[in-house]
Nanobody, 115 residues
Framework: VQLVESGGGLVQPGGSLRLSCAVS????????MSWYRQAPGKERELVAV????????NYAESVKGRVTISRDNAKNTVYLQMNRLNAEDTAVYYC?????????WGQGTQVTVSS
């Protein structure tokens, strides 16, 4: 099982990014998928979750209204669309796949918001 994030980079405040997480090696549609982030010196925090059923939930108060999580089971990929980015969004973003007892993480993609 492999999770590979992409789409990170440097973006100006107010800009947008779409992160992707491509998954290989298992039945993607059976897994709950989520995005986490970890800023320098801070604990990793949950950003958003999308269940295997397609129900999506945004957990971080700081991203509500600015972030959309989605999945394409045909492409084995989960996305995180982020809009109106600000400096506090700077972090390494990680993709996670869960279906008890299995729990997989990607290596992360860096998002830097700076002018």
């Amino acid at each position: 099982v492999q999770l590979v994030e992409s789409g990170g980079g440097l973006v100006q405040p107010g800009g947008s990014l779409r992160l992707s997480c491509a998954v290989s090696g298992y039945s993607f549609s059976r897994y709950d998928m989520s995005w986490y982030r970890q800023a320098p010196g801070k604990e990793r925090e949950l950003v958003a979750v999308i269940k295997s059923t397609g129900i999506s939930l945004n957990y971080a108060e700081s991203v509500k209204g600015r972030v959309t999580i989605s999945r394409d089971n045909a492409k084995n990929t989960v996305y995180l669309q982020m809009n109106r980015l600000n400096a506090e969004d700077t972090a390494v973003y990680y993709c996670r796949a869960q279906s008890w007892p299995f729990d997989y993480w990607g290596q992360g993609t860096q998002v830097t918001v700076s002018s």
